[in-house]
C-alpha cells in the first residue's frame, strides 16, 4: 500500500469525491435507461439538434437582457431606485417577447427556441 500518495486530508477528499461522482454518474445512466423501458411508457426521441444553456451566474442582470424593464436613459445625479434598465428593449421573432438592445441576433432566431424564465 502506498502511503505517502494521500498526503493530506485535502487530496484524499479531492480523489474520493471523483470516484464517488464517477460512480454515482455511471449507475444513474443505467438506472435512467431501466427505469425508462420498465415504466412502459413510450420513449420519446429527441427533435432538438442543439440546445444552448446560458447560465449566467454572477454576470448580467436579467432586467439586462432576457426580461427587461422599463429603459431609464442615464443622466447624471438620477436616484439608483428610479433606474429599472439602462438598455432599451427590442423586438424578438416572436410576438410579445422582447430582449435588452444588444441581443438582436438572438431576438432573430426565437421562433425556432423557447425561452425558459
Known amino acids: 500500500m502506498n502511503r505517502t500518495r494521500f498526503t493530506n486530508?485535502?487530496?484524499f477528499l479531492k480523489t474520493a469525491s471523483a470516484a464517488t461522482l464517477s460512480a454515482l454518474a455511471a449507475g444513474n445512466a443505467r438506472l435512467l435507461a431501466q427505469t425508462e423501458s420498465a415504466t412502459g411508457a413510450p420513449e420519446l426521441q429527441p427533435t432538438a439538434d442543439t440546445i444552448v444553456v446560458l447560465w449566467m451566474a454572477g454576470g448580467m442582470a436579467h432586467t439586462?437582457?432576457?426580461d427587461p424593464k422599463r429603459y431609464t436613459p442615464?443622466?447624471?445625479?438620477i436616484?439608483?431606485?428610479?433606474v429599472m434598465s439602462t438598455f432599451p428593449a427590442i423586438d424578438t421573432a416572436v410576438d410579445g417577447i422582447k430582449f435588452s438592445q444588444g441581443l438582436e441576433r438572438i431576438g432573430a432566431v426565437m421562433?425556432?427556441?423557447a425561452l425558459i424564465r
Open 9 to 11: 486530508r485535502r487530496d
Open 64 to 66: 439586462e437582457t432576457f
Open 74 to 77: 442615464f443622466e447624471k445625479g
Open 79 to 82: 436616484k439608483p431606485a428610479d
Open 111 to 113: 421562433d425556432r427556441g
